[in-house]
C-alpha cells in the first residue's frame, strides 16, 4: 500500500511538471528618436533583441520595418496619457514569443542601420505574462537618443599639414 502511495505522489508530481504549456505571447517593439519619429526602413530600421533577464535566453531577434508614423500626430499633437503615437505606418518589429511562466524581459534596441556612425543603443525591461500581448496602443517603445550627421567637406582622405590653417567644414545634421 506504501508503495502504491509512493508511486501515486511521484506520477503526481511528474504531471503537474510536464502539464504546463508553452502559450505564444506577442510582442511589438516600436524604436523612436529623442524627440523625432520612428527609425523605419528608410534608415535601415534598428537591430531588437529580446532576451530572458534572469537566464540570458534570446529570445527573439530582429529589425523594425515600416514608415517613421505621422509626423502631425508625433511631432505636433500634444502628448496625452493613454494616446498612443504610433499607427499603421510607425515602424515595429513584431514578434511571438512562446513562455510558461512570467518573465522578466530586456528588449534592446541598436540603430540606426544605415548610419552606423550615428548609431546608439538603449533597453527597457518588464515583466511578460504568457498570453497577455504587448501589441495595443504603442505596445512597446524604446527610445533612441542621437542625430545623424554626415560631413560633407572636408572629405575624409584629405590631410591638413601646417597650423594655423582654415578649415572650412560643412555637414548634414538630421534627429533620427
Not at 31 to 50: R, W
Not at 76 to 102: C, H, K, Q, Y
Not at 142 to 147: D, K, Y
Request: glycine fraction near 10%; aromatic fraction near 4%.
Amino acid at each position: 500500500m506504501k508503495t502504491i502511495r509512493m508511486f501515486l505522489k511521484v506520477l503526481f508530481l511528474v504531471m503537474m511538471t510536464t502539464s504546463a504549456s508553452a502559450v505564444p505571447t506577442e510582442i511589438t517593439v516600436h524604436v523612436k528618436t529623442k524627440d523625432a519619429k520612428f527609425l523605419g526602413t528608410s534608415m535601415g530600421g534598428a537591430l531588437v533583441t529580446i532576451k530572458d533577464v534572469q537566464t540570458d535566453e534570446l529570445l527573439a531577434k530582429g529589425v523594425t520595418r515600416g514608415g517613421t508614423g505621422n509626423t502631425a500626430l508625433i511631432m505636433m499633437t500634444p502628448l496625452t496619457r493613454g494616446r498612443p503615437i504610433t499607427n499603421g505606418s510607425a515602424a515595429g518589429f513584431t514578434v511571438s514569443i512562446d513562455i510558461e511562466s512570467p518573465r522578466l524581459i530586456e528588449v534592446t534596441a541598436y540603430g540606426p542601420l544605415v548610419n552606423l556612425q550615428a548609431a546608439n543603443k538603449a533597453s527597457a525591461t518588464q515583466w511578460v505574462v504568457p498570453g497577455k500581448h504587448i501589441t495595443g496602443g504603442d505596445a512597446w517603445v524604446i527610445e533612441i537618443p542621437g542625430f545623424v550627421v554626415d560631413v560633407l567637406a572636408p572629405p575624409t582622405h584629405v590631410s591638413l599639414s601646417g597650423t594655423p590653417q582654415s578649415v572650412d567644414i560643412r555637414a548634414n545634421v538630421t534627429m533620427m
